[in-house]
């Protein structure tokens, strides 16, 4: 059965200055599927992610949401035509409550007269936040501000959702949790995800497609179990070091 295509990048090039970081990038993700981004240090993996919505503009291809070209619009028009950024770092407002955080995400909604569902909603994916609601956002541990980070997201309403390393420095269980979140965006809410991660294992156990770039380019590609079978993406990427999450 084909599947839409919610998110099209093709011939994707973009850097700093004059220095060309992505070259020639394609990727595709569909309603409900969840792609991962694998590679090393300094591929361009962030650099990939900010040109895709809006950060950096690129200097050739084209970023197509849901059919509508974007490229090289600004972030925010990209963001109110359905695609949130979760950046690296879990940027949250750190004296703000968690309430007040999240409500920042709806901004762009907030002539739907849908926040309180959306905020209930957030709190079923991460109940951990529901007792948090008044606490000052820089107080929680690193694995609740990442949670905040994605619900203020999701308070935008997207239909694709990227994300910048949600799991760095991050205990394995709350990884396992907000993995776990993701696998029901995807499959609940049909939210086309990219997943940009460094811990290679605990994203291949919830992708449905695995691509690898290496220096800018996009070198391999194929279903989770189709790049575990390839011995140089399991002696680069899947050959330890990185500590396993719990499903
Ligand atoms: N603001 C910037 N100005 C100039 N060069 C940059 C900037 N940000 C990143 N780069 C360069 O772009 C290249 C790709 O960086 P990028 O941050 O996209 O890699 P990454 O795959 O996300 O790496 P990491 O796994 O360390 O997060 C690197 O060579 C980096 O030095
Ligand atoms: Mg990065």
New binding site residues.
């Given amino acids: 059965m084909p599947h839409v295509n919610m998110l099209d990048v093709g011939g994707l090039r973009a850097?700093?200055?004059k220095?060309e970081?992505l070259h020639d990038v394609d990727l595709r993700v569909g309603e409900g599927r969840l792609l991962a981004v694998i590679?090393?240090?300094?591929?361009?993996?962030?650099?990939?992610l900010?040109a895709v919505s809006g950060l950096i503009r690129p200097t050739a291809g084209r970023v197509v949401l849901d059919g509508r070209e974007l490229t090289g619009l600004p972030p925010e028009r990209i963001a109110a035509a359905g695609l949130a950024h979760v950046p690296?770092n879990r940027l949250v407002f750190p004296s703000l409550s968690v309430a007040d955080n999240l409500a920042l995400g709806g901004w762009t909604r907030r002539r739907t007269g849908k926040g309180a569902a959306r905020r209930s909603y957030i709190l079923e994916l991460f109940p951990r936040l529901a007792g948090r609601l008044k606490q000052p956002a820089g107080t929680l541990s690193g694995g609740e501000q990442q949670m905040v980070a994605i619900g203020r997201g999701l308070m935008a309403e997207p239909a694709v959702l990227v994300l910048?390393?949600p799991s760095l420095g991050l205990a394995p269980r709350l990884v396992g949790e907000i993995f776990a979140a993701l696998g029901q965006l995807k499959a609940e809410h049909r939210l086309a995800i990219v997943l940009?991660e460094?811990n290679a294992r605990a994203a291949f156990r919830v992708a449905d497609e695995v691509v690898v770039?290496d220096r800018?380019r996009v070198v391999t590609t194929g279903t989770p179990e189709d790049l575990a079978a390839d011995d140089r993406v399991h002696a680069a990427y899947l050959g330890g070091g990185y500590p396993t999450a719990p499903t």
Avoid at 39 to 48: E, Y
């Fill in positions: 850097g700093y200055d220095l970081v590679g090393a240090n300094g591929a361009g993996k962030t650099t990939l900010r690296e910048d390393e940009v460094q770039l800018g």
